[in-house]
């Protein structure tokens, strides 16, 4: 069975930086194309970034009110994909989900696919 | 970019009813739309992919149409456990979610 497992959520104070990691396990990983979305508190869901595999480059992507603060990287040799969060706002308290796509659904970067299987989340709070 | 509203907000039904929430798309998106189903403190459960294709595991009583910027999610006969919200994501570019429907105890 798929598992995906994030940690390092926490409380952060504005301005401040964060990284998040999510660990994988029973799946081809280093295949994978990955993503990150997040909840606000009460709010629906927003698609943050994603980081293709290496194999198809692995570039990233992001939303723009992301862009340029968060980076998404992964470590193949240990199952493990990371977001770092920098210059962080009130904005960026949520959730924080790990999703994949399934395996082997895109070929080229513009394809974005749907995610079938989900981290349990990790917090984030940005607050003073 | 690409919006994605959803409608209704909340629905309000009861066990054995038809339910069936709409998701609109601000441009075309063909049949790249999945649909989801969250419960309170969990991940979203994907439910339905390519507009109408049934995930394996979910029960058949789920079932989703549409195509360019009209969809649709149906539950033919409500079950206890499908009170949740549920939400449209689109991935023709880049990925796009819907503000949820709620679907509540009448």
């Known amino acids: 069975e798929v598992q995906l497992v994030e940690s390092g959520g926490g409380l952060v104070k504005p301005g401040g930086s964060l990284r998040l990691s999510c660990a994988a396990s029973?799946?081809?990983?280093?295949?994978?194309?990955m993503h990150w979305v997040r909840q606000a508190p009460g709010k629906g869901l927003e698609w943050v970034g994603r980081i293709t595999n290496k194999g198809d480059g692995g570039t990233t992507d992001y939303a723009a009110p992301v862009k340029g603060r968060f980076t998404i990287s992964r470590d193949d040799s240990t199952n493990t994909l990371y977001l770092q969060m920098n210059s962080l706002t009130t904005e960026d308290t949520a959730v924080y989900y790990c999703?994949?796509?399934?395996?082997?659904?895109?070929?080229?970067?513009?394809?974005?696919?749907?995610?079938?299987?989900w981290g349990q989340g990790a917090l984030v709070t940005v607050s003073s | 970019d690409i919006q994605m509203t959803q409608s209704p907000s909340t629905l309000s039904a009861s066990v054995g009813d038809r339910v069936t929430i709409t998701c609109r798309a601000s441009?075309?998106?063909?049949?790249?739309l999945a649909w989801y189903q969250q419960k309170p403190g969990k991940a979203p459960k994907l439910l339905i992919y390519?507009?109408?294709n049934l995930e394996s595991g979910v029960p058949s009583r789920f079932s989703g149409s549409g195509y360019g910027t009209e969809f649709t999610l149906t539950i033919s006969c409500l079950q206890p456990d499908d009170f949740a919200t549920y939400y449209c994501q689109q991935y023709n570019s880049y990925s796009t979610f819907g503000q949820g429907t709620k679907v509540e105890i009448k």
């Open positions: 029973s799946f081809a990983f280093n295949n994978a194309w």
């Open positions: 999703t994949t796509i399934p395996l082997g659904y895109c070929s080229t970067t513009r394809c974005f696919g749907y995610f079938q299987h």
């Open positions: 390519k507009a109408s």
């Open positions: 441009q075309s998106i063909s049949s790249w």
